[in-house]
């Protein structure tokens, strides 16, 4: 692994130059707002990949953290004034709300088997989506409401490039915690919990750190998602918010920061390409079927995803430029991983 | 009195709808150790199969029929194509039978079109009876009385016949069941489709009570559905059917006393219950380790 990371960070700050000077190069409307949209829920799928691909637990309610960050954003900007400072305090209004929401259903239920948290997860987040559309005072329901935006955001160019230092920031931040003595404990845990356990550590505390992690970055994803529609109604809290992080996290590939990234700019751009298509023929107004079964043959055929698929390719290859035939060795460790 | 008598109905009947999910999920549970997330797509499908059978044919039993028959060739599909590929699993296994959730989900409105459909009660389970000052709404009593059978011939089946005396085996210990020489898959795949089959029911039943059906109901009736599960005690059959009766009483009861608190009572009960007594209420057998 050392020895990849000089090529990593090539990578890395490549990939960053391309982005930071692509605005000066083509500022077309649509093309900054896929990209700004990418970014958000690549930052979504990256803090959703923390549960599933990094500690191994199922999460059904990460929309409702998502909508948590998007409706106190929302909220915020509307009741009290639409400055930037407002917008910061929302941010860590959110990410309060959503860390503490996240510690609490945590500690109920990762104790138990994976099973509990997914249902209870799910059952929190139809809970939420429910609250949203009831609470009409503040939320105005399923019909939503619009609110003014920081004046600076206006811009589409200035907010493409907040979104991207987020995304920047959000990525080393993942990138340190996954390669802390905490991040490698939780992986510990994906591997095999119970001899995490039989070695001393609280496995328990560690599933609830992941969980408050990835709530606290998901509804840092929901603020900047509310900001770059100036609007927000209930479909922030509904399952397609999930359903899309899961999706891009397990395209992309799981156990990795790079892959729900990845997941999220094809998802994306699928989207984009299919509501384009939808105009010509009417089926593709319902691509989540599309979507759900490309999910479901994802999970079966191929579930490690576009990143774990290449990097299972490059372990092969040198391995067999080093003339060793361990092949099977390695794929049985790399399915391991998975389960 | 009369209040009284009717929350009390309004809540058994709920909770028999939901125990005819719950029931299936908790036994799919505790033989295969798969969490069916699906089961509200089957529910669901079960609903619109039966509605529209019986539209055409105007006759509420071949609805019900008809919802069972989709119910359990759905479940059939589901079991070959969805769950035996990733056996043993239960990461992949959660998420794809959520996978298969939204795709049927959307399915409904494809096939049957998208807004919600009104569904009138057959005209001989319509009305009420009046005892003394006390209004008994005749469907919500169909209800009651279908949701007893079928508890009464599903214990039955489960504790004095072959047929449950191997489910049962299968429950408690699968590889033993297997050395002895059934055939465990063949009774899995069997339990997914009567347990498809139930939710199919549950959906037709529930059609006319709520009077509309529509596909995202799927979903939020499967959410009860876990909770329930959760609150019984995964694996648990007479658990479920205890633990639908209570959350369906406790809806009831809240929605006319506590409005506001109606939507949170059935996630404060699965969250108590989590607290002091995570394997469930009504739960035989301990939780084991892996």
């Known amino acids: 692994m050392k020895m990849k990371l000089p090529l990593q960070h090539l990578c890395f700050f490549l990939m960053l130059a391309i982005l930071v000077l692509l605005p000066f190069v083509n500022d077309s409307r649509t093309l900054m707002i896929l990209l700004t949209q990418i970014f958000i829920f690549g930052i979504l799928a990256m803090s959703y990949d923390i549960l599933l691909g990094y500690t191994g637990i199922v999460s059904f309610g990460h929309a409702m953290f998502f909508g948590l960050g998007a409706y106190t954003t929302a909220v915020m900007l509307k009741q009290m004034e639409p400055t930037l400072s407002t917008f910061f305090l929302s941010i860590v209004v959110g990410m309060l709300l959503a860390g503490f929401i996240s510690f609490l259903v945590g500690l109920l239920t990762l104790r138990l088997k994976s099973h509990f948290f997914a249902m209870l997860t799910l059952a929190f987040s139809g809970l939420f989506l429910v609250v949203a559309e009831k609470w009409r005072s503040v939320t105005y329901g399923n019909d939503g409401f619009t609110f003014r935006a920081p004046e600076i955001f206006r811009d589409r160019m200035t907010f493409y490039f907040f979104v991207l230092a987020c995304l920047v920031v959000i990525f080393i931040a993942l990138y340190r915690f996954v390669n802390s003595p905490t991040g490698r404990i939780l992986i510990a845990v994906r591997e095999n919990e119970q001899r995490t356990k039989s070695l001393g550590y609280n496995t328990l505390y560690y599933k609830v750190i992941a969980s408050i992690v990835a709530g606290t970055v998901a509804s840092l994803a929901g603020s900047l998602y509310a900001i770059s529609l100036r609007f927000v109604n209930t479909s922030v809290m509904t399952m397609d918010i999930t359903l899309d992080a899961l999706l891009m996290t397990i395209i992309g590939g799981v156990g990795t920061l790079v892959g729900p990234l990845l997941g999220s700019a094809v998802i994306e751009y699928a989207q984009h390409a299919l509501s384009g298509l939808a105009r010509d023929y009417p089926i593709f107004e319902r691509w989540i079927i599309f979507f759900g079964i490309l999910y479901i043959l994802a999970v079966i055929f191929f579930p490690k995803g576009i990143i774990g698929s290449l990097r299972m390719m490059f372990w092969k290859w040198r391995l067999k430029r080093k003339g060793i035939n361990q092949s099977s060795v390695t794929l049985s460790q790399e399915k391991e991983r998975f389960e | ?290």
């Not at chain 2, 033989?31 to 059978?53: K, R």
């Not at chain 2, 508890?151 to 699968?174: E, H, P, S, W």
């Not at chain 2, 939710?199 to 037709?204: E, T």
């Not at chain 2, 009504?282 to 380790?289: L, N, P, Q, T, V």
């Open chain 2, 1 to 290: 009195m009369e209040l009284l008598v009717n929350l009390v109905i309004n809540g058994l009947a709920t909770g028999m709808l939901i125990f005819l999910l719950a029931a299936g999920l908790t036994l799919i549970f505790g033989l295969m150790d798969v969490l069916n997330f699906a089961h509200g797509g089957l529910f669901v499908w079960g609903a619109y199969a039966g509605i529209f059978t019986y539209m055409f044919t105007e006759s509420f039993l071949i609805g019900i029929v008809g919802a069972i028959v989709t119910g359990a060739l759905l479940g059939l599909i589901t079991e070959k194509l969805i769950i035996t590929p990733v056996y043993g699993n239960h990461i992949q296994q959660i998420l794809i039978t959520l996978g298969l959730m939204l795709v049927l989900q959307e399915m409904i409105k494809v096939v049957f079109g998208p807004n919600g459909v009104a569904v009138k009660t057959p005209s001989y389970l319509a009305g009420s009876w009046e005892i003394g000052d006390v209004i008994i709404i005749k469907y919500r009593l169909f209800i009651i009385v279908v949701g007893f059978i079928i508890f009464g011939i599903f214990q039955y089946m489960l504790k004095k016949t072959k047929v449950g005396l191997v489910v049962r085996a299968g429950v408690q210990d699968k590889e033993m069941a297997q050395a002895l020489g059934i055939h465990i898959k063949r009774v899995f795949l069997y339990v997914f489709m009567v347990g498809a089959a139930l939710a199919a029911l549950s959906g037709m039943l529930m059609a006319p009570y709520s009077g509309v059906i529509y596909a995202e109901m799927g979903m939020e009736y499967a959410i009860l559905g876990f909770i329930v599960v959760v609150i019984g005690g995964m694996g648990s059959f007479s658990g479920s059917l205890l633990a639908a009766i209570l959350v369906g009483l406790a809806g009831s009861f809240m929605a006319y006393y506590v409005p506001v608190l109606s939507l949170a009572v059935n996630m404060i009960l699965m969250a108590i219950v989590l607290i002091f007594r995570p394997q469930g209420l009504f739960a035989m057998r301990k939780e084991r380790s892996t």
